[in-house]
């Protein structure tokens, strides 16, 4: 029940104690690290858009270059100059030695007749009529086209300027290489896992990409997804993991430039950290906890430790007081026995005066009478000394002060019991301090104490008689103090008697043998004089009683 209440107490005092300190931590490492997140997740947003923004502005520059120099050539030369083919090669090459990405020229007149051509492939007398970009030039002044394979079987785009001479309509119209183009819009790709690259309205890849599909595949990117203007961030899960895709319109707004990229890998350095963070506050947390348990154990245990010292002394006090009642008890029933007791003794004796009469002595039942007196003087006696004893265990002894060898009175009481002890095949060893202070004490008390303490031991030997008997006492000074001890090696005393040995009349031997106040008697002795009366119980291997006695030194005469 006691334990229980402890470990209550200790497991509460743990619970509020980690209660306490966990939650400040928890919570202030939860704000903090989904500030930091969100902090960081937007700095990842914004770098993605401007990357989007202004790879987007570096394309539009440099298709509105290459439409700038087309436009230059159809204000600045004529139908008839340019359709010889040699002016056309001519002007073909200075511009292709100044300018990158153009594959081709080739001018094409009102009817969609390709009439002269300079670059890599044959296409010249081919009539471009019935193509979609020829239809749009004609009619917006300026094209652009998305990528297609044309002609020539490979992915590419044009870009085309309507001329008009002498009232006639006609087209200047280039290719532009498309690796270079790609190459262009690559220099936007970031890391492991960034992607840059152009689709149409459509989503059609307009340019090759990292890993996102190849040109002119079909991008699962819902291009309506991003809105109007210049860029745009969307966030979109793939196999669990985050990505940012930054769109960026362009080209009149036909072409989306897309920018893509892992926040897991953006967000490596971060994860790094607050897995660090994470072992460091694991471990805070597990020294929080061991210091806890630990410290709180060793206070509750002292706590435990105090209250068994009080409950002892609560014990100790709840004794003397029984003594004090049975004390009184007692000397009022051994005042009250001694009397009739006295009567019995004196009437007794005088029936034996009687049983001297000659009438008597010859009678055939006088042995008889005469042993019944014995018994009845003999148990008169055994109750006075009961009697005797109870007075004595009450009265107020004042200890007379002599001058006692502590060491000196062993000796004499161990010379009154020698005979008993070796009788029992006892041995008494003996190992006294010499250098013990004489002190002021009640010698015929102390030899009381070491009487009844003695004749305990050889008692107790000859109940548990297995072994040799062996009786061991020492002396010796600690401090202001002198110790006695009186050791046996009997049976000792079972545990559920220890509490009442000092108790008046508790005895476990037989009738007549002992009156269960020796112990009882020496305890009061002993702490009249200032001393104490302890004991350890060894058994089944017997028991070691220890007197303390203050050293009083003799006053000096
Ligand atoms: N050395 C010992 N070994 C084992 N038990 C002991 C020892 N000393 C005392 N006891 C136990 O304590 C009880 C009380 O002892 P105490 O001296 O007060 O009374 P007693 O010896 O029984 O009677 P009395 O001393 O009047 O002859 C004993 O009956 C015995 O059971
Ligand atoms: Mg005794």
Redesign the pocket.
Known sequence: MKKSIYRKFRRNIIFFTLLVSFTPLILLGGIIYYNFVRVYEEKIEDQVKYRAKSQCNTVEVFLRERVAILSTLVDTHSFEYLKQQTNLSHIFDVISRRTDGLVDIGVIDGSGQHIAYSGPYDLAGLNYYHTFWFNEVMSKGKYISDVFMGFRKSPHFIIAVRGHNNGKNWVLRTTIDPDLFHQLVRTAQTGRSGDAYIINKDGIFQTGTRFSGSILGQSNLDTKLFGEGTSLVEKIKLNGRVKYYAGAWLKNNDWLLVISQDVSEEMAGLLTTRNFAILILSLGCLAIIYTTIITTKMTVQRLEKANDGINELNAQLMHSDKLAALGKMAAGIAHEINNPLAVIGEKAGWMRDLLMDEAFTNSDSYKEYSVSIDKIEEHVERARKITH?MLGFIRKMEPRLDDVDINGVLNQTVGLMQNQARLNNITIQMEFDPNIPIIASDQSQLQQVFL??I???I???E?GKSKEGRINLKTWQKNEYVFIS?E?N????PKE?ER??????????KTG??????????YNIIEKMGGMIN?E?K?PQ??V?TIKLPVVLPEKK
């Open positions: 004893n009844n303490l004749s305990n031991a008692d107790a030997i109940i009186i046996d009997g049976p000792g005393i008697s009442k040995i000092f108790d008046p009349f508790f005895t476990t031997k043998k002992g009156t269960g106040l020796g112990l009882s008697i020496s004991f119980n058994a017997g028991i009683f």
